[in-house]
């Protein structure tokens, strides 16, 4: 699959690979469970799927593909290749978006001392 990508898959790949995107490392066609990813980033949970024409008749495998990720406490994010072709700045902003709707914007804390600040 990987040698025979779609010209959406190689777009999308070259602006991923090699941690292009924030320093985030996406494998590509990742196999999870009985599924594979388009592009997957483990350390964010984060699946960006290419949808083609061939998508709107396959609602009901989409759905379950997604829930099944999201059970596992993946978001996924889907792109239609229409949209990449049409506008890819808007489907750079989405794929940005989602990385940094994963991005924690705080670290926890740890608990005060019990003796008080610097003691």
């Avoid at 594979?36 to 949808?51: N, Q, T």
């Amino acid at each position: 699959m990987r040698k025979s990508a779609t010209r959406s898959e190689a777009i999308v790949w070259r602006w991923l690979r090699d941690r292009r995107f924030g320093r985030w490392k996406f494998r590509r066609q990742y196999p999870i469970g009985p599924y594979i990813a388009d592009f997957y980033c483990h350390h964010l949970k984060l699946v960006i799927e290419l949808d083609g024409s061939g998508h709107e008749f396959k609602v009901d495998y989409d759905d379950e593909r997604t829930s099944y990720l999201s059970d596992l406490g993946m978001q996924v994010v889907r792109i239609a290749n229409r949209q990449l072709r049409r506008d890819p700045d808007a489907a750079a902003d989405t794929i940005i978006a989602a990385i940094l709707s994963r991005i924690p914007l705080t670290r926890p804390f740890a608990a005060p001392s019990p003796h008080g600040e610097g003691t």
